[in-house]
């Protein structure tokens, strides 16, 4: 039983550019959250989804940032125009149900050079 | 106030000895607690679920106190292993500061164990 998957571990981008993380939640679970981590951070809330629903996106910037959980395949963070500020450590969790903790992927390290 | 508040350390403690860790919240609609630990540039793993009346698991105590709004970690005998950053970890059960129930993580307190 594969754990959540998240590629790729790592992501080089020029500003500008535009970068895209998966993130396949485990098995069973209809949950997927996405964190991200700026480096000597804790990690922050961007948005929970179920599949096809974003159900919480408040923790999201409101310009260039998205992201989808379709009804097949990975879920999908999308940085649009990424500037040097977005470099960080984009985990990806999944869980079951809301009363539980998450499981996390290992995480995409982004870098905007 | 931050949501949650931790001592972010560093603590540097010997082979052997107790340390705690503490960690403050501040939405006292907060209904589940969590200690996850997370290595040098790895995911954060859960270390255990905190329960009102306390619970252990090996060398890790975990306790919290509602009334205080306050939940603490104790590991004995600590081993090189354990060295880690510690991440205290909330969810609300209701929508507070937009979070809707998510886990709301502290900075984490940073754990050194040397030999």
């Known amino acids: 039983n594969a754990g959540v998957m998240q590629n790729p571990r790592h992501l080089v981008r020029r500003r500008g550019q535009e970068a895209r993380l998966r993130c396949s939640p485990m098995k069973g679970h209809s949950h997927v959250y996405w964190y991200r981590q700026l480096p000597e951070e804790g990690l922050k809330f961007m948005v929970y989804l179920q599949k096809e629903n974003i159900i919480d996106e408040s923790g999201m910037p409101k310009e260039r940032f998205s992201a989808e959980f379709p009804k097949e395949g990975p879920s999908i963070l999308r940085i649009q125009q990424v500037v040097r500020g977005d470099s960080a450590a984009y985990f990806c969790?999944?869980?079951?149900?809301?009363?539980?903790?998450?499981?996390f992927g290992s995480g995409t390290r982004l870098t905007v050079v | 106030r931050k949501e949650v508040e931790q001592d972010p350390g560093p603590f540097n403690v010997p082979e052997g000895a107790t340390v705690a860790f503490n960690c403050t919240y501040s939405n006292s609609a907060s209904q589940s607690f969590f200690w996850y630990r997370q290595d040098c540039r790895k995911e954060p793993k859960l270390l255990m679920s905190?329960?009102?009346s306390g619970n252990e698991d090996g060398r890790f105590t975990a306790q919290l106190n509602r009334a205080s709004q306050y939940i603490s970690l104790l590991i004995r005998d600590s081993k090189l292993s354990d060295s880690a950053t510690y991440l205290c970890v909330v969810k609300s059960s209701s929508n507070y500061g937009g979070s809707q129930g998510n886990l709301i993580f502290g900075k984490g307190t940073k754990l050194s164990v040397k030999p």
């Open positions: 969790a999944s869980s079951p149900d809301r009363t539980n903790g998450y499981t």
């Open positions: 905190v329960y009102s």
